[in-house]
């Protein structure tokens, strides 16, 4: 039983010893000149004018994401009971009308409450009430680091 896992095991080992060697041979081959060009985060050519540290997301995204994961995980209990359904027979249908029922509940609850609305009024209304720092002109820093 345990030589039957044994080329598994021998290829998940080598696969780790491989990466962890690439990972190393190249960190000390590669050259490092950090410059105050190559800190800064790049953002498609454009120099950055704030810090994100102020802004703020609304709880609406994590909800939405934790909703996602509710269904998911309704849908990952949907698999198994689909395989068994004909061996569960008759008891097997009412849990899952019964579970299916609970989800649907809880949907029915979010959508009333507005958890799924996704209007861009809601997201993003004038200037965020965190002070900003003015803006800072980095093109001398980009130019000074050449």
Same mark, same amino acid.
């Given at each position: 039983?345990?030589?039957?896992? &044994?080329? =598994? @095991? ?7 010893? $491989?990466?962890? +060697? ?6 000390? !081959? ?36 934790? &909703?996602? =994961? @509710? ?7 949907? $698999?198994?009971? +689909? ?6 027979? !008759? ?51 980009? +130019?000074?680091?050449?």
């Amino acid at each position: 039983m345990l030589s039957d896992y &044994l080329p =598994i @095991v021998l290829l998940a080992g080598v696969v780790a010893v $491989f990466a962890v +060697a690439s990972l190393a041979v190249s960190s000390m !081959l590669r050259p490092s000149r950090p410059t105050p060009a190559k800190l800064m985060p790049y953002e498609c050519g454009i120099v950055p004018e704030r810090d994100p540290r102020g802004e703020r997301f609304p709880v609406k995204f994590y909800v939405v994401a934790m &909703l996602f =994961i @509710v269904f998911d995980i309704e849908t990952i209990f949907l $698999f198994p009971w +689909a395989l068994t359904f004909r061996e569960l027979g !008759l008891f097997g249908l009412i849990e899952m009308a019964v579970f299916i029922g609970l989800v649907f509940v809880a949907y029915a609850y979010v959508r009333m409450k507005g958890g799924l609305d996704w209007n861009v009024r809601g997201l993003r209304e004038g200037p965020s009430p965190v002070a900003e720092p003015p803006p800072v002109d980095r093109r001398r820093e980009v +130019a000074g680091a050449r």
